[in-house]
């Protein structure tokens, strides 16, 4: 069973900084493009970034700058370090990834369960 595991959500106050990781696991063949989504009350779920096995790297004009997206290819793992804070940052943010299960030669979509980020003071 193949599954992705986020961690590192909290409260932060506004200006603060939070590091978000997401690990996958189970038996997987690879992992194409990661990323992270996020869903704040009421909104739909939006693109954070993204990042490809090679690390090219992908953000909407929203999150140019504050966020960081990076991976780590041996440990099935991908990462969000988010800067200055803000009260809108408050969501549900998801990790995302293309993985290729042992089961299956094809890409499958998998999604973690979300962590929560509240930023408030």
């Known amino acids: 069973q193949v599954q992705l595991v986020e961690s590192g959500g909290g409260l932060v106050q506004p200006g603060g900084s939070l590091r978000l990781s997401c690990a996958a696991s189970g038996s997987i063949l690879a992992i194409s493009t990661m990323g992270w989504y996020r869903q704040a009350p009421g909104k739909e779920r939006e693109l954070v970034a993204t990042i490809t096995s090679g690390g090219t790297t992908n953000y909407p004009d929203s999150a140019r700058g504050r966020f960081i997206i990076l991976r780590d290819n041996a440990k099935k793992a991908v990462y969000l370090q988010i800067n200055s804070l803000k009260t809108e940052d408050t969501a549900v943010y998801y990790c995302?990834?293309?993985?290729?299960?042992?089961?299956?030669?094809?890409?499958?979509?998998?999604w973690g369960q979300g962590t929560q980020v509240t930023v408030s003071s």
């Open positions: 995302n990834a293309e993985i290729m299960p042992s089961f299956r030669f094809t890409y499958l979509q998998y």
